[in-house]
């Protein structure tokens, strides 16, 4: 069946980086675009961007530029979301999601678990 | 950025109550909205895309209407399943955009 399986938590010291990679499966990686969302504890849901698995053409929001680097490997059918300078506040849990691109009406229609991020000193 | 407010945050409500929240953009999004529904500890699940279709496997009490700045998620019959967090989303602009949530708790 069509599934997005994130890697595990991990907890990080500020400063620090961290991966989380998001590997697919069910389905033609290259089709569907993969966000990435976060959800801080107690928060609401907070896009980051896009990453095209065709083209390898990534959409930051402008709050991560500089700090975030989203890439696919598609040999494996897997995305990776990567984010530096980690901060107290980017402990949350990072979502990916896939979007079938049914222009031009857009949406996330099957989501990974989640992977828990704690930044932590 | 387009922004998206939904209301009421939270609401308080009984099995078989019928049930409507509500999102707005800051502009005219045409119909590019969609309605998400997380459980706690979760991954969000999409219920309903490009304003008013009904995702595969969501029950028929789950509907949506609106378009341009003003839409609504309508549950005909609350559900004891259906307690949970409610998210809107705006797909029009590449920067994809989620309301603050509206939490649905038992009455």
């Known amino acids: 069946q069509v599934q997005l399986v994130q890697s595990g938590a991990e907890v990080k010291k500020p400063g620090a980086s961290v991966k989380v990679s998001c590997k697919a499966s069910g389905y033609t990686f290259t089709d569907y675009y993969i966000h990435w969302v976060r959800q801080a504890p107690g928060q609401g849901l907070e896009w980051m961007g896009w990453i095209n698995p065709h083209s390898g053409d990534t959409y930051y929001v402008q709050k991560f530029q500089g700090r975030v680097i989203m890439t696919r490997d598609t040999s494996i059918s897997t995305a990776y979301m990567e984010l530096s300078s980690l901060r107290s506040d980017d402990t949350a849990v990072y979502y990916c999601?896939?979007?079938?691109?049914?222009?031009?009406?857009?949406?996330?229609?099957?989501w990974g678990k989640g992977t828990t991020v704690t930044v932590s000193s | 950025d387009i922004q998206m407010t939904q209301s009421p945050s939270s609401l308080s409500a009984s099995v078989g109550d019928r049930v409507t929240i509500t999102c707005r953009a800051s502009?005219?999004?045409?119909?590019?909205l969609n309605w998400y529904q997380q459980k706690a500890g979760k991954a969000p699940k999409l219920l309903i895309y490009?304003?008013?279709s009904l995702q595969s496997g969501v029950p028929s009490r789950f509907s949506g209407s609106g378009s341009g700045t003003d839409f609504t998620l309508t549950i005909s019959s609350l559900q004891p399943e259906d307690f949970a967090s409610y998210y809107c989303q705006q797909s029009y602009s590449t920067l994809r955009t989620f309301g603050q949530g509206t939490k649905i708790e038992l009455k």
């Open positions: 999601a896939r979007d079938p691109l049914r222009f031009p009406y857009y949406y996330m229609d099957v």
């Open positions: 490009a304003a008013s």
């Open positions: 502009q005219s999004i045409s119909s590019s």
